[in-house]
């Protein structure tokens, strides 16, 4: 059960509640009606780097199911639904549409407007077209450019049915993990490739702000960043600084120049080498204005100094609950994440884009009964509207993930959903979290 204050701004009908999803991680049909490979197709296919070595080809078969995933997501009583558009499903290479992909994405659109689900789009969820990581991907400043190019193609191809677009989805994970620390596609190892192509998203974004108010002028457009709340394993200076330097890598060297037009200062005096190659007008092009900033949240950090790397993780001394994929659960770090953010920067209204929690889940006589995930959507919810009574402007809230399914390099070893997937035979079955959270919006509008 969600328990909130009767007073809470989160039970007001203008509070949106809705459910994600990724292309990649739902879709499947990774090779049909035209679509190109993407970096995750190739990465997925090179041993050792996906569990079980799983990959999308069939993923919850979502290309093929929409219709009944549709169903399932009304019955949810959502307000909106976040999905991502595949980019290498609806461009050629030569960057003409590819009919057949647009036409998957106009459908899904058009049905959930039917329902009166509102849409929230993600142009860019990690699946890059490989043909551009064969060219240098998101290193090649060059690639900013093309994703300006899909942008105002799909954009003009899909605007009238869509609420609300985000350029990217958290950067940190398509650069960093991608080509600093090796973990996802394309699997590069390098921290000045990762900053360099940081940068570049960054830059994508601020090149497609314009198209997307100039296509679309009556849906909002934003961005949406993860964070993670950063603590020092104890209070020696040490441990604080090595906090310091992790929170400054992971957060603020991605919001910081979104909404201020400067990296970090700390980074030119510390580590100078972890700043990119900046051209002239890029800060301008990366800060314009944005209607909203999408937050994903989903635990916290402890931080050891290292001698080497500065940071090192740590478990939490202090006695604490673990989810499946080994995430402490930290409510109370989320409220102090948000208001922390928001004493730091003058933030535009933020929406909670992603939260939610991997279990041990397993279909017992037709249910799950996923009480870990119950536990901490209720938690979750009640530190954001902690988060708004401290002054914090949120607008919504969006559980992750609508159901089970690729979950990156973790394959289909971790569940996140509030629908059960049986991948053998692709039958959904709501989880008790997913009744508890239908039933917690069915009273809303009561």
């Not at 035209?34 to 996906?50: M, N």
């Not at 603590?231 to 060297?253: E, G, K, Q, V």
């Not at 100094?305 to 939490?316: A, G, T, W």
């Amino acid at each position: 059960m969600i328990k909130l204050p009767p007073d809470s701004k989160l039970l007001d009908p203008s509070f949106t509640f809705g459910v994600a999803t990724a292309s990649f991680q739902i879709e499947g049909a990774n090779q049909e009606d035209g679509r190109l490979p993407s970096i995750w197709d190739t990465f997925c296919a090179t041993p050792g780097k996906v569990f079980n070595g799983d990959d999308g080809s069939i993923a919850c078969d979502h290309y093929h199911r929409w219709q009944d995933d549709i169903e399932l997501i009304s019955q949810l009583n959502v307000d909106a639904y976040r999905l991502s558009i595949a980019w290498p499903r609806v461009l050629d290479k030569d960057g003409a549409l590819n009919d057949k992909g647009v036409q998957f994405y106009r459908n899904l659109l058009t049905a959930l407007k039917a329902k009166g689900i509102r849409t929230f789009v993600t142009l860019y969820h990690w699946d890059l077209p490989q043909y551009l990581e064969d060219l240098g991907g998101w290193v090649n400043r060059q690639t900013a450019y093309r994703f300006a190019e899909y942008v105002d193609v799909i954009t003009k191809a899909l605007g009238d049915l869509v609420d609300s677009w985000a350029t990217f989805n958290e950067p940190f994970c398509a650069a960093i993990l991608g080509y600093e620390y090796g973990i996802h596609a394309p699997g590069h190892k390098n921290h000045r490739l990762g900053r360099q192509a940081a940068h570049h998203i960054l830059l994508a974004h601020g090149l497609a702000m314009p198209i997307i108010r100039r296509n679309c002028p009556n849906s909002q457009a934003g961005i949406v960043l993860n964070m993670n709340r950063t603590y020092a394993a104890s209070a020696s200076p040490d441990d604080r600084f090595a906090a310091l330097i992790r929170d400054t890598l992971d957060n603020h060297f991605f919001i910081a120049p979104l909404l201020t037009g400067a990296y970090p200062k700390l980074l030119g005096r510390v580590l100078p080498d972890y700043l990119p190659v900046i051209a002239e007008g890029d800060l301008e092009i990366i800060a314009q204005p944005i209607d909203f900033l999408g937050l994903n949240y989903y635990t916290c950090n402890h931080n050891r100094f290292h001698p080497e790397r500065i940071f090192e993780d740590v478990k939490n001394s202090e006695p604490a609950e673990y989810t499946d994929i080994g995430w402490e659960i930290a409510p109370h770090a989320f409220t102090e994440l948000l208001v922390e953010l928001n004493q730091q920067y003058t933030l535009p209204p933020l929406f909670i884009t992603e939260n939610g929690a991997a279990c041990a889940d397993s279909l017992v006589d037709g249910t799950v009964d996923d009480d870990q995930r119950v536990r901490y959507i209720n938690s979750h919810l009640q530190a954001v509207d902690a988060a708004i009574n401290a002054g914090v402007d949120i607008r919504g809230y969006f559980a992750w993930s609508l159901m089970d399914n690729f979950e990156w390099a973790e394959g289909y070893n971790k569940r996140f959903g509030l629908i059960y997937v049986d991948y053998r035979t692709q039958e959904r079955t709501i989880k008790r979290s997913g009744h508890v959270f239908k039933d917690f919006l069915a009273s809303r509008k009561a």
